[in-house]
């Protein structure tokens, strides 16, 4: 069975170490702030000029004014400080987030990445996925394993319009975990219920497929 939205989250948020600095990206990593594991303490950073976001907020926690890069409310841990986004930034780009968190439309084999442009749709710009592939050296990719069509987001190399050119070495999709590795993706584990065949048939890019393929534990 293909992981949730939580599920994904959960997964992801055990990559977190204690005394990391961390961004999340909008969408489904925002949601690992809600799932950090006990005894571990970490500082999630938001480009809008946040250190220190905690969880989402009861109906009681809301401000209207705290919010998160991707615009949702947010809560602010003991010790959390605010200040511009051009502060922000500068920690971004000079290499001071441990650990980036980031939703795409496609992954390839060499880790490139294609998180904000699909062909026909306006959109804004890519906001500040390129300085934070630019800036981590460890970067955590979350999404679906396959579009809606059944086409797999797990490519020989990206069609879209890159974000970062191999910078990805992890993703965790809806139906496995993969480490990227040697122009190959490596599969670690699988989501519970989920055969390595189904893997294997939507991931379209070359897999190395292991003897044994444990199950996530959730």
Request: aromatic fraction near 6%; charged fraction near 20%.
């Amino acid at each position: 069975m293909a992981l949730s939205r939580e599920q994904l989250a959960q997964r992801v948020a055990r990559e977190l170490e204690d005394g990391y600095y961390v961004n999340l990206g909008i969408g489904i990593p925002t949601l690992v702030a809600n799932y950090i594991p006990e005894g571990v303490e970490v500082m999630l950073q938001s480009e809008n000029g946040l250190l220190g976001m905690g969880p989402f907020p009861t109906e009681e926690q809301v401000d209207a004014d705290m919010v998160n890069a991707g615009k949702q409310t947010v809560t602010a841990i003991k010790g959390a400080s605010i200040f511009s986004s051009a502060e922000s930034f500068a920690m971004i780009r000079g290499g001071h987030v441990d650990l980036t968190v980031l939703g795409a439309f496609e992954v390839d084999v060499e880790g490139s990445i294609a998180s904000y442009m699909i062909p026909g749709k306006l959109i804004k710009g890519m906001g500040g996925a390129m300085d934070l592939v630019a800036g981590a050296d460890n970067i955590i990719v979350t999404m679906t394993h396959a579009s809606k069509h059944g086409e797999s987001k797990l490519l020989p190399r990206c069609t879209l319009p890159l974000t970062g050119f191999g910078c990805i070495r992890k993703v965790v999709t809806d139906l496995a975990y993969i480490e990227i590795a040697d122009g190959r993706f490596w599969l670690r584990e699988r989501a519970p219920g989920v055969s390595v065949d189904e893997i294997v048939r939507l991931t379209a890019g070359e897999m190395v497929v292991p003897e044994v393929v444990p199950e996530m534990v959730f």
